[in-house]
């Protein structure tokens, strides 16, 4: 090639910013308003749920007026139960309750099924088919009724019933766990960290696990909300802790009267599904921000 | 490299790996897959052996078994005098510092959570007990040694270009002084025009450092071009093994000539007289394997020998090993 | 007929991105002659298989446009032809075999049913005729036994074969032009050996013209008449392949050859340095500049090479590059 005197300088390439995966994984949540909305419902949700009770002191096992006041009459916003209880205090109230339980009972089912899956695919033979039929096992019991069956032997305290939602919706999180360390073990990274002379615990934990993340989170998000609906279920049917307030106890406790004040159970019903639905979009977002195929590269 | 005196560094013994495999569902019986059988070969000190094959052949298995990344089934593995295979524990954790890897592909061997510095400093921290600080500086001495910018250091593996990836890769490999480096494929995934650079990088390294690579490549233009020995593998099996002059210019085994003769070339002069040997159909089934060469089934001058009986790999005389039953000592091709 | 049976004029590609527009496929001008083999090559990115998609009439719906130029086929206009139009000739006149056979077969149909699924849809066969029809495309493909595979699944066969079926399936209704878009990439050297073989044998039985796009110069070198070579949406380089690898008029085309380690003839111990083509194919913001798009990889760049794009110059050899230095080059 010719000897070129005067080679024009080219303009130093730019090196990128360094942006945290977290960064990025906001602006694609960002970009689903959807979700956004469902997020900013969550946060007004719980800001009531943690300050409600302090700014509306009225008790909510209290009989404060005559029974059936319907909603917007002798100053009650959304009136009164059966019993003459405030609706509002009720509902501020339970969705303490519910909000604790749905994050608890995640909680529970997250450590259970992550634990398993982990174990299961990064291990793989025996330990895989021992764990998967165990994980079988509880797949095919009816959910409902066993999480009643336990309830009802150990009594209907707060933390049972966590535990019972806990325990009867794991499954699904020990799949999907399973399932991602299965696909990650195999890639090169691995394989690299393992040459590179990581201890198991470390790969399973330290460098399997936190690639393994996004869709575990997606399934915790929407795990929030099954297991508020899970709630209600039992306490729909009594299985609950008579010193508490939840939205599903609401709706049970005044089903009777549907028909006369269908407000008492509409309301509560409503709270169910707005809390729900801002959780399912979230979750909807948090699957746009971490699945990393809708990313452009 | 060549006038020093040849010090074998790596002596592999006839390594086998083999993989169960189920066949007709659940409770069908078990058979073996050998994926790497009976092979054997020596790496000299400072120079590079390269294992070629196609898929299937099992280069890359056997690459993965010498690092102990995959378990192997019988034989020996000698790291200057120790026996890697026999090794456990906080043994085998220090032999992992003399024998390290390079990743085909540079997207997936990168984990994508890790700073780039993080991951050159991955085997110092987990193998040796540098202070952080001291792993820091190693990782930025490494980032000159791949021409990686120190700015990079904290930006993560997407943020890189493949080439740069795979030269982060490389400075990973680097980070604990190793002996040998296992080359697995280095190029294959990357553009034409990036490949030359990360090929004149491993050899200015090689260079520096002294490093010893084994390269596992299928890319026979890269191979003569790297390496000092070349070992070619078919179905698990070594066929031909032999220093780089002999082998290209000699290849005895009828699927190295066959090989050799299918590597599309822009040269014009030997696109004219290189005859194509074209070798018909597919692999034999590597769990039924058949009796026999396990070439036979596809070898254009096969004989009645080759189908029943396995030929063994033998020194013809200047270490150029053949396992062919038609050649013989005087070297002739058999074409 | 006379005349080209392909024409390619000024044609643009713009793609819509989140970042804006921007032109994939920037001016691209070429010819493809009755059974003549032309290849396209050039690094991922430069927009080999966009242009093979444009020829198709297959851009990605709502992402990729034709926004100027002209494609013609055997006379026909192809940027403004109707989507039943285009499906016609897509299936009969053009088609067009891919890098992944592993993927482009469907897994639940025999590769018979696959086969004869295409006659029928195009050639109006019957349902028999079509299956005989299938067995002899595939015995034409080289398939052993074409009788007895014809009833296989795709997984049944290996990589090779799979891409045999393909070729069959694009051969099915005997068209003009196949298009292969790095149809040996996936496949071992050896199986890559019987494909181009196949490959150039049904050129001469047929008369099909083909569209190689690779990225390898020995394939190139092997199969093709004339090539294309692309960088970042543009044509740096075209001409007669023989006279290209003696002597490249373009930089970048220089740096393709020279930077792969090529099996040569004459083995020396000695190993000469490869030639680095430094630093990567510009990203697509880039593309679109007045200015030579590699001039900040190239060793020859002057001032000029920044503040204007280089018009394709003529040699008499028929080599035509687009580089203000070509000459020297």
């Keep these: 090639m010719t000897e070129t005197p005067q080679m024009p300088e080219m303009p130093e390439e730019s090196i990128p910013k360094v942006r945290h995966p977290a960064a990025e994984a906001w602006e694609m949540f960002a970009r689903n308003h959807a979700a956004v909305v469902g997020l900013i419902v969550l946060i007004l949700i719980t800001l009531g749920a943690v300050f409600g009770p302090m700014l509306y002191p009225t008790d909510p096992f209290d009989m404060v007026w005559a029974p059936f006041s319907p909603p917007g009459q002798e100053g009650f916003l959304l009136g009164t139960d059966y019993l003459g209880r405030d609706l509002l205090a009720m509902i501020i109230n339970g969705a303490r309750v519910s909000l604790i339980i749905g994050l608890a009972a995640a909680v529970v089912s997250i450590f259970i099924g992550v634990t398993i899956g982990a174990l299961a695919g990064f291990y793989r033979g025996w330990v895989e088919e021992a764990l998967m039929r165990f994980t079988e096992f509880f797949q095919v019991l009816p959910t409902l009724l066993f999480s009643m069956v336990i309830v009802a032997l150990f009594g209907a305290s707060l ?22 360390f299965l696909r990650i073990r195999e890639l090169e990274y691995v394989m690299a960290s393992r040459a590179s002379g990581a201890k198991n615990m470390k790969l399973m934990f330290r460098v399997i696990l936190p690639n393994a993340l996004p869709p575990i989170i ?68 948090l699957n746009d921000a971490l699945n990393p195929k809708l990313r452009q590269r | 490299m060549a006038d020093e005196t040849k010090t074998p560094l790596l002596k592999v013994e006839n390594l086998g790996v083999r993989f169960a495999v189920k ?12 994926a790497v059988d009976d092979v054997s070969f020596t790496v000299n000190r400072g120079e590079t052996l390269a294992i070629v094959g196609e898929s299937g052949s099992g280069k890359t298995t056997a690459a993965l078994a010498v690092a102990r990344l995959v378990d192997a089934w019988t034989g020996h593995v000698d790291l200057s005098g120790h026996d890697i295979l026999a090794m456990e524990g906080e043994e085998l954790r220090q032999v992992r510092t003399k024998v390290q890897f390079i990743f085909q592909d540079p997207y997936s061997s990168l984990n994508p959570r890790q700073r780039a510095e993080d991951i050159v400093r991955e085997p110092l921290a987990s193998l040796t007990d540098k202070s952080k600080d001291e792993q820091r500086e190693i990782a930025d001495r490494l980032f000159a040694a791949v021409g990686l ?43 034409v025009a990036v490949q030359a650079q990360i090929l004149n990088l491993l050899k200015d390294l090689q260079e520096e450092f002294g490093l010893t690579y ?35 210019d000699n290849p005895l085994h009828p699927y190295t000539a066959a090989l050799l003769s299918a590597v599309p070339s822009v040269d014009k002069a030997r696109r004219a007289h290189t005859k194509r040997i074209l070798i018909p ?18 070898c254009p001058v096969a004989q009645d020998i080759c189908r029943a009986e396995e030929p063994e ?23 | 007929m006379s005349g080209p049976l392909l024409k390619v004029e000024n044609l643009r590609i713009e793609l819509t991105t989140r970042d804006g527009v921007c032109p994939v496929i920037d001016d691209l001008s070429f010819e493809l002659e009755h059974g003549e083999n032309l290849s396209f090559v050039g690094e991922s990115g430069c927009g080999k298989s966009m242009t093979a998609l444009a020829i198709m009439g297959l851009l990605p719906e709502g992402v990729g446009r034709v926004a100027a130029g002209s494609i013609t086929f055997d006379g026909e206009e192809l940027t403004t032809a109707s989507r039943p139009r285009l499906r016609d000739i897509r299936g009969n006149e053009i088609s067009m075999i891919f890098q992944e056979p592993m993927t482009s077969l469907n897994p639940v149909y025999t590769i018979g049913e696959q086969i004869a699924e295409v006659l029928r849809a195009h050639q109006g066969l019957s349902q028999k005729a079509a299956w005989d029809m299938a067995v002899e495309l595939l015995d034409a493909v080289r398939i052993p036994n074409a009788k007895g595979r014809v009833g296989d699944y795709p997984f049944q066969m290996s990589g090779g074969q799979r891409q045999r079926v393909m070729i069959a399936m694009a051969l099915a209704c005997q068209p003009k032009i196949l298009i292969a878009d790095e149809p040996t990439t996936a496949l071992d050297v050896t199986v890559q050996a019987q494909i181009f073989d196949l490959l150039r044998d049904l050129r001469k039985d047929t008369g099909t013209s083909i569209i190689l796009i690779t990225h390898d110069m020995g394939a190139v070198a092997e199969m093709a008449e004339r090539m294309i070579v692309m960088y970042a949406g543009r044509g740096a380089e075209i001409g007669p392949v023989d006279q290209i690898i003696d002597h490249a008029r373009h930089p970048y085309t220089k740096g393709l050859i020279s930077c792969v380690p090529h099996i040569v003839d004459t083995l020396t111990d000695e190993r000469a340095r490869l030639t680095e083509v430094p630093g990567i194919v510009p990203g697509l913001a880039e593309f679109g500049r007045d200015m030579c798009l590699f001039a900040s990889r190239c060793g020859m760049r002057v001032e000029r090479c920044l503040q204007e794009r280089p018009p394709m110059q003529d040699f008499e050899n028929g080599q035509r590059a687009a580089c203000w230095r070509a000459e020297e080059v």
């Design chain 1, 159 to 180: 933390p049972m019933i966590t535990l019972a939602i806990g325990i009867v919706s794991w499954t699904a999180v020990a799949r999907i766990t399973r399932s991602e």
């Design chain 1, 218 to 285: 997606v399934q915790s998000a929407l795990m929030v909300g099954s297991a508020i609906l899970f709630e209600a279920g039992l306490s729909f049917l009594g299985l609950t802790d008579p010193n508490v307030v939840s939205w599903g106890q609401i709706i049970g406790s005044n089903r009777q009267y549907i028909l006369d004040a269908s407000y008492t159970v509409t309301i509560p019903g409503l709270a169910i599904f707005i809390t729900v639905l801002a959780i399912s979009l979230v979750g909807d977002g």
């Design chain 2, 23 to 34: 066949r007709g569902g659940g409770f069908g019986h078990k058979s073996w897959l050998h």
């Design chain 2, 149 to 191: 910018r120190p700015e990079q250091k904290r930006l993560f593996p997407h943020q890189f270009s493949g080439g740069q990836r795979q030269r982060i890769g490389i400075a990973r490999a680097l980070a604990t002084q190793p002996e040998l480096i296992i080359c697995d494929e280095p190029v294959s995934a990357l553009d």
């Design chain 2, 214 to 248: 084994l390269f596992i490549s299928h890319d026979l233009g890269v191979v003569q071009h790297m390496c000092d020995s070349i070992a070619v593998m078919y179905m698990g099996k070594i066929v031909e093994h032999a220093d780089r002059l002999s082998l290209f």
């Design chain 2, 281 to 298: 159909g597919d692999p034999p089934d590597p769990v039924n394997l058949p009796k026999g060469c396990r070439f036979a089934n596809r």
């Design chain 2, 313 to 335: 790999l033998i020194d013809r005389g200047e270490g150029h090993r053949i396992a062919c039953h038609l050649v013989d000592d005087s070297r002739q091709s058999v074409l």
